[in-house]
T-cell receptor, first 121, second 110 residues
Framework: DAMVIQNPRYQVTQFGKPVTLSCSQTLNHNVMYWYQQKSSQAPKLLFHYYDKDFNNEADTPDNFQSRRPNTSFCFLDIRSPGLGDAAMYLC????????????????????FGSGTQLSVL | GQSLEQPSEVTAVEGAIVQINCTYQTSGFYGLSWYQQHDGGAPTFLSYNGLDGLEETGRFSSFLSRSDSYGYLLLQELQMKDSASYFCAVREGGFQKLVFGTGTRLLVSP
């Protein structure tokens, strides 16, 4: 059973047309992440939430926004997509990495969704 | 800031053993993780080292030396299905975020 679900699997948008990608989780994890991955590159962290606490990476463009209305859902909004924003967008979750009483590897493990491949025309 | 360096590509044959290295520079270190990613798929967690030494999980082992800022992933009895990209990753000290290395593409041939 999928535990981190991303919709849609493929998204096509037009240059400059706002688009929203969605992610949901059934794991009840505190932390949710959005990564951008371009072909043959490593996933690049855009931002993450620790519960409702939003943490933006310094080099994430203002064009990218995120919302987390509750524990289960997180959204990535791209306000004006450019050709350079075409990429795979990966959502991931994890427990609180500082949680005590569990093996460290349990807290460190990220669970990824299957990703949304975004094309910009 | 931090950086994690890996070889870009490694090739091997079925049944062989291969080692994928990772050297890192971080402003705070909370352990080294390894992820596997097949083409078109999402990364999946393989292992984590919080302390120096070797962690073994089936055919895969991971090693960490904090004094050398170095770790490696060891894959034994290689199978064709092991052809994938492998990423090391570190959590930036004190924070929840996980940063990935440059990635190593492993090609296993018959």
């Amino acid at each position: 059973d999928a535990m981190v679900i991303q919709n849609p699997r493929y998204q096509v948008t037009q240059f400059g047309k706002p688009v929203t990608l969605s992610c949901s989780q059934t794991l009840n994890h505190n932390v949710m992440y959005w990564y951008q991955q371009k072909s043959s590159q490593a996933p690049k962290l855009l931002f993450h939430y620790y519960d409702k606490d939003f943490n933006n990476e310094a080099d994430t463009p203002d064009n990218f926004q995120s919302r987390r209305p509750n524990t289960s859902f997180c959204f990535l909004d791209i306000r004006s997509p450019g050709l350079g924003d075409a990429a795979m967008y990966l959502c991931a979750t994890s427990r609180d990495s500082n949680r005590v009483g569990t093996h460290p590897s349990t807290n460190e493990k990220l669970f990824f969704g299957s990703g949304t491949q975004l094309s910009v025309l | 800031g931090q950086s994690l360096e890996q070889p870009s590509e490694v090739t091997a044959v079925e049944g062989a053993i291969v080692q994928i290295n990772c050297t890192y520079q971080t402003s705070g270190f909370y352990g080294l993780s390894w992820y596997q990613q097949h083409d078109g798929g999402a990364p999946t967690f393989l292992s984590y080292n919080g302390l120096d030494g070797l962690e073994e999980t089936g055919r895969f082992s991971s090693f960490l030396s904090r004094s050398d800022s170095y770790g490696y992933l060891l894959l034994q009895e290689l199978q064709m299905k092991d052809s994938a990209s492998y990423f090391c990753a570190v959590r930036e000290g004190g924070f929840q975020k996980l940063v990935f290395g440059t990635g190593t593409r492993l090609l296993v041939s018959p």
